[in-house]
């Protein structure tokens, strides 16, 4: 049907809709907000570097500066190298996992998606504290180490650049696995099986069928976890040692420790402009907007462009050669080449052995904070002395906490609250617009996502220390709905691609005028979609850590901007006993939403 | 013919839309209107962990209790927070505990006065004469030291006594931390200079070069070079590092915890912190109420009885318990073995325009990143 096409994307008659003459204005807030929140501050970020000197004449000078510093050099090529390491660890380990979720039972499967959902949904500040603990020199993973006598003395790993590469692994890890399964799903099991039944044994068929069209997807896959990579900064500054220097922190010193704002916008555009080519390059090989979106039914709507012909038939010709030599030289005699099939068993293995190593990895840093929660001990020991309930305790007789939870669940609220109204708008402009006019706006609205946090945050700081609105929690509310508006887009976008048109033109059919059909037949049918991307901006918000810290002031400090404090100031298990009440609300919240998803799902289907 | 729905229907839906909304309106403003009408409330920012829990329970409450101004504590990006918020005429704290002034050369700028005319006599009688500066009042005298984490060096190991025996790796073997010294306190320069044979008493003017020469010897054993306070007794007290330079008072709250750390007075380096007031805060003269009643003899006392820093007010030493003299930087025993920090320098400016400090920090900067 054409209008199929038109969903899909691909040329082919336009019909018009029946809101579509008004749609531009359902993403007019959404347009001016970003422009005012996001557009702008970054062109003020871009304009305080380059202008130099106390009569703020417009020159490279600060650029000069940046670049001759060896120093600063240094730190863009151990941030790309390092960006890079853990982009190769992350794809290498997620690439077995999304392969069993993929192919596995559906309740392994579940299971194993759980336990790369669970941290997904945990705070990463809590994500990297827990690493914190497992990597000091005598923390467990030392204990370990030292015990089995795999050492004499403990190993450096925390404050060392493999204590960042393996926190940085662990935040990203199931942004790739997410990805790349959703990417997974799109490739029919028919074809594998068809393979089968032509002769192929499982390696050739995973070699010549599954790799080939799962590899536009790990790409762009790869190269998003590289971008994300590149904008870290907590876990760096909290894990590093001393070389540990990335350009993110180099951002903040210069805001906040040395008062260089030119300098810190220096830096700022430095790395936003290496972000901005790569995500340019990662685009040429997948629209962007179908990974990150988390609903998997969008991805199985294909629009891969396919890798060319050419590079398919140097890759096949590649394997082809691969196996003559093998039965030329190295198994001359063998007649029977299905004898290779114990061989494919081991390595037929090695798949779920990989996978239940990265699910222990996955699940055992918040398997140690929880205990350390109950320790008796005043310090971070482990395995703890003795139980005790005294930082439950302190953490609900302090003051301090108790306002810290509710300044957040106010903000998260406002955030939430607002990004879904104009995320909504945005979508249902989206959706009912052209092809092209659909995938500008999609770029242009999944910038904030795309933006280090780090950028976004010192250009909202320029702005708001102009306004004079440091510490306002309209501010702070402002700044989270930037990056959850793209959230409430994809996810609602996603949402009413699912909305038989047809529904809606009865509607109109029957008299209905255009705002009743948006507000008594659309909308009742996106609500999981509302309710979703609601959940997911305000549990944005609730965890979000950057802003918060270049935007608090002493009136508003937010539970993760208390976290971050705690984490640097105290050393008792306090902030043990906060991050394990946050994964229990996070798991609570998260089941709830599921069982009424699923009971919506079961009303559906009756 | 009108297909609007139930009327009743719509009524209701409306009806609760308008009910949430002025709910989350009120649930919102409500500490809003809570705090406008209890008074008057000034922001203080200083450091946090267990300083401020000690500042709050000796020296805040108290204040309010006799003043009724209430306080709102911040321990965010002190120094930075003074600089934006002046700059951009929206000050929002009304007083800072900073550490050796580092606005000297900008501080009619950036600083009120202190109006020493809110300190009562006896105050101002018994105060430092140091501590009376034009745009701050100093608070209390603290100590950069060397630090153990005691299970380290048991018993039979000897311990780096000087900062020589720190320098050497050899014989005193283990991972270190050292204070970032990006904000040109010079205090990591003095301790490498003294590491690398300068006699403490003769340390000013630094030697920039030779004690960058002497830091890069130094620089591979250094896991972490600590910029937050509570880091370094952090650092050794889980045991990251076995020995390193920290703050006193740290150091010694950890130690009456129970933790096993150790300080040593030896060649450690003494400075001052102070209170200043932000130019342009709209609650100047509550603020000078505060210094001031901070500035007291009781005051101080209660507070470094938690702490363990040296009172500017020689006052404060009648209220103190007599057992904590040995735990003070300024008390006699330790004096003499430490040298003072020289703000002095620290101010001067250079041919180029740029004051000591400030060439300290551009060195800094470049040296620590590669």
Redesign the interface.
Known sequence: MADAADLAGRPGRKIRRSASSHSVLWAMPAAIFLLLFFFVPLGGVIWISLTAGPNGAVSLLNYTEFFS????L??LGWTFALAAVVTVICVLTAYPVAYLIRRASPGISGLILLAVLLPYFTSYLVRTYAWMVLL???GPVNQLVVGLGLSDEPL?I??SSWGVIIGMTYILLPYCVLIMVSVMKGIPDQLIRAAASLGASRTNGFLRIFLPLSAPGVVPAALLTFIFALGFYITPVLL???GD?TVPMLVD?S?????NWPAGATAAVVLLAVTLVVYAAANRFMRIEKLLSPRQELADQGDRRAPSAKANAAYVSILDAISRFRRRYLFPNRTDYRKGKQSTRRLGNLVPGISSLVVLFLLSPLFIIIPISFSSS???SFPPPGLSLRWYNSVFSSGDWTLAIWQSV?IG??SAIFSVVIGTGAALFITRTTARLRAWSFQLLLAPMIVPSIVGSVALYFLF??L?M??S?GALALAHSVVAVPIVVLIVSAGLQAVDPRVERAAAS???PPS?VLW?VTIPLIRPSLLISAFLAFLHSFDEVVYA?FL????LVTLP?RMW?GV????SPTIAAVSSLLLLTTVIVYALAEISRHRQLARKTV | MSTRGNKSGGVNRRRLMQIAAGGLATTIAAPHILRAQSGKTIVVAANGGAYEQAIKETVLQPFTKETGINVVYSTQNLEAQIKAQVDSGNVQTDAVEVAGTPFQSQAEKLLEEIDYGAFDKETLASLLPEAKAKFGVGYYIFSSVMAYSLPDWPQGKPRPQTWADFWDVKRFPGPRTLQWDGKGDGTTLAFALIASGVDPAKLYPLDIDRAYKSLDAIKPHITKFWSVGAEPAQLLSDRQVVVGSAWNGRIQSLKDQGAPVELSWNQGEMAMTYWVVPRGTKNRDLAMKFVAYASSAAAQARLQSRMAYGPTNSGAFTHLDQKLAGKLPSSPENIKNQFWRNDGWLRAVQPNGQTNREVLIDRWTKWVLT
């Open positions: 510093n060896s120093g600063n240094k730190v000091g020199r005598f450096r925390l404050y590093g040692g001393r220097v010193t805001v906040n420790t040395t008062l005043n310090f971070l106010k609220t406002l220390a102009k004079q440091i510490g929690i029957l008299g209905a009743s008594r810290l608090s002031g002493p009136r901007v404090s640097r100031d105290e050393i």
